[in-house]
């Protein structure tokens, strides 16, 4: 399971397991990149995406007021594992533990599949951008420790 950005952390780790983390969300930015292709190249139908676009799309937004994809990152590749809606809260700590990424829309019955396909994407650009940074500050903290050690 891909390490969470801001997930609470060793305060002194080794080196190498800073630069496995960085690899681990790299892996992820990877997988998430080949979904927003995916989503951007393919038609909605054909896409690991359609299960959200259908919920969010087909929902009565009077019960549900938003849908979350929860995507896991399996051998490199970003798999949807469920889609669920929720009109009001928060979700079970086992669903959200369960997966590496939650992509959550709100319910827009009519959504037209370009602006579904802008709006996903985005969500997972930003997310991208966060495991990004995660991997950047990962790498340079191994880089510190790897100096600190050596001017010791």
Known sequence: ???QPDSGADPDPDPADLRAEAAEYEETVDALEDLVVELRDEPIRESRLEGLFDEATTSNPGIWNIVTAFIDIEDGEAIVTDESKLAQGKWA??????CDVMVTIDIQPGLMPDDFKYLVGKKLQDKMDEFREQAAKARQRAADLESAADDA
């Open 1 to 3: 399971m891909t390490p």
């Open 93 to 98: 700590p086992e669903i959200v533990d369960d």
